[in-house]
């Protein structure tokens, strides 16, 4: 496995799998939260501008088929105390792929990332019905600080 800055030659590769990701989100959602999901979360596909405002990670198997990405931006805020924001976008490894520590591959690189440029923190957020986003990121040490809850009126 190789696991590299992701370039333009892997946009269509990064498109396969987010719509891979799109697919698998749409899956979990509850009846009750479809609405909000659909209203604010569109979905947007990677282009080429998420290859330099992001830093966007592929992994590859041996014979270079991709097997996962993962996206994060960095934000700086500068009259806050948590003043460097490393915040991961989105993670994804192809359900052939899941299991051989991949996605943990993935994290640590874009953590490690993250610190090169300052951050302080990392955060992310993930669905409510996503129980293996949830438990991977408690795994990888991330705790839950908030909640959010919505209600159509």
Partial sequence: MNIRKATTEDLGDLLA?????????HSNYTAENKAFHDRINPHEPFNEDDLTKSIVLIARDNDSSPLGFIRGTVTNRASHVLSSLGYIDELFVDEDARGKGIAKSLFEMLESEFKKQGCDHMTTQTDAENDLSRSFYQKAGMSEVTVELWKKI
């Fill in 17 to 25: 799998l987010d719509a891979k990701l799109d697919a698998y989100r």
